[in-house]
């Protein structure tokens, strides 16, 4: 074999080994990237297995899932009679809810009170004249605005108009300063919020008159932490699954990363011997010069 042919030889040699140590540099890097999907699935089969729900225990000797219903009921056989409340002392709440209480004469000149919820329906009956731009303006008010735009344009001569709070009673505080999070009726999102100490459970103090008290739901027996297993099952058959396919993938990968290695081996083999090829040709050609 000549110089030039030699030399050539050589330099593909060269890039080929340069292209082997990289697919093995690869192939490593993807043995890793599996490694750490192992961890994470083992962390997500463990948390499965591990998770936990808060019970209620009610007076009526059953236990359920705990909800802010069964904390709010004031029942006393089938709720918890408490109230959840933010580290600011808020009581938490699903949502801001009002009526207008809507007093009005009958016929024989009695008094008649109607619940009213829509500002539709209070629209339909008391407001029924309106129309055009200032119909659709009206009907965006909430029910604050639809009473005082009603007094101001109509009077409280023929009837009379309470704005009410529908928060239950039992739930409010003195200062009326609430925390609305409509969130509050999910229960997973509940339980995060008690366990991680956001929020506080409070019930009716037994030494203030009309006042509440912390609690601590962990010594409670009306509230215990128990394990989950509804999902163990699941969990389990997914983690085997994944742990099969993870296994797969990594045979293949260790199995492609053995043949690079061999063939590093051959190529390395060969360009040593090429090496040697080279510098007979560069010896014989100085000899010639000799």
Not at 62 to 75: E, H, K, N, V
Request: aromatic content about 8%.
């Amino acid at each position: 074999m000549g110089l030039a042919a030699s030399q050539g030889r050589y330099l593909c040699l060269t890039a080929r080994m340069s292209d082997l140590v990289y697919e093995g540099q690869q192939i490593s890097q993807q043995r890793l990237a599996l490694a750490s999907e192992t961890q994470e699935i083992a962390e997500k089969y463990n948390e499965a297995m591990n998770n936990t729900v808060l019970q209620a225990t009610t007076a009526e000797g059953g236990t359920q899932q705990l909800t802010y219903d069964i904390i709010t009921s004031q029942d006393p056989f089938s709720g918890l009679c408490m109230r959840i409340v933010d580290l600011n002392g808020n009581v938490v709440v699903p949502s801001k809810s009002y009526s207008l209480n809507v007093t009005s004469k009958d016929e024989e000149g009695n008094d008649v009170t109607e619940s009213i919820t829509s500002t539709s329906d209070f629209i339909k009956k008391y407001m029924s004249d309106l129309d055009g731009d200032e119909l659709n303006n009206v009907s965006g008010y909430n029910l604050s605005d639809l009473k005082n735009y009603y007094e101001s344009h109509y009077g409280t001569d023929t009837i009379n108009i309470e704005l009410v709070n529908n928060i239950n009673s039992a739930l409010k505080n003195e200062n009326e300063h609430y925390l609305y999070d409509e969130n509050c009726k999910d229960p997973e999102y509940l339980q995060q919020m008690l366990t991680s100490g956001e929020w506080l459970l409070q019930q009716v103090s037994t030494s203030e008159e009309d006042g509440w008290e912390d609690i601590v739901w962990q010594g409670s027996s009306a509230i215990s932490e128990v394990y989950y297993t509804a999902d163990d099952a699941a969990a389990e058959a997914e983690y085997e699954a994944a742990m099969k396919e993870i296994q797969k993938r990594d045979q293949l990968l260790e199995l492609r990363l053995e043949q690079v290695e061999t063939q590093e081996q051959s190529v390395e083999t060969e360009i040593d011997s090429v090496k040697e090829i080279i510098n007979k040709n560069i010896e014989d050609s100085f000899k010639t010069f000799a």
